[in-house]
């Protein structure tokens, strides 16, 4: 393989890499909403474990013989492990609600129109900073405020 082709390669490897880090969700994009997921992990743990037992042992100058056998308590040790369970806490990124993502688009960029409703005759466009287009006399992200005059809500 020359140079040229070996070069081709990593170019073309780095840039699937990239690709596919951009997938994922991250706070600076539009509409991501950061959010806790509690993630439980199971670790053995290791614990120190003895048992006591009996053993024969020779012993130098019992009464009325150079040896004799007696018993004596040993402690032996062993390293034993136990299951033990730890609760962390993991942020994760989504799109906020009424947002989506599709394909490899960076961040949320796309409204979903059945998540909220549009007031007051409104239409659901997702544009950036609002999701509907509000007839005149109207305003908000829902269209739910109205710009009347105190004189036409009196009459």
């Known amino acids: 393989m020359d140079v040229h082709a070996v070069i081709l390669l990593f170019l073309l490897f780095a840039e699937i890499i990239s690709s596919r880090c951009l997938r994922a969700l991250q706070p600076f994009m539009p509409n991501v909403c950061s959010e806790q997921e509690r ?6 743990q290791p614990c120190v474990q003895s048992f006591t037992r ?4 020779w012993r130098q100058g019992c009464t009325g013989h150079a040896w004799c056998m007696d018993y004596e308590r040993r402690t032996a040790y062993y390293m034993g492990y136990r299951q033990v369970y730890r609760q962390d806490f993991k942020t994760t990124y989504k799109c906020c609600p ?10 949320c960029i796309y409204p979903l129109c059945t998540y909220g409703v549009c007031f007051n005759g409104g239409v659901c466009t997702g544009h950036v900073h609002q999701l509907c287009d509000c007839l005149p006399g109207f305003n ?5 405020y109205g710009e009347h005059k105190l004189s036409e809500l009196l009459n």
């Open 98 to 107: 009424g947002w989506s993502q599709l394909n490899t688009e960076a961040g």
């Open 54 to 57: 009996m053993v024969k042992v």
């Open 39 to 44: 993630v439980i992990t199971a670790e053995k």
């Open 140 to 144: 908000g992200s829902s269209c739910q």
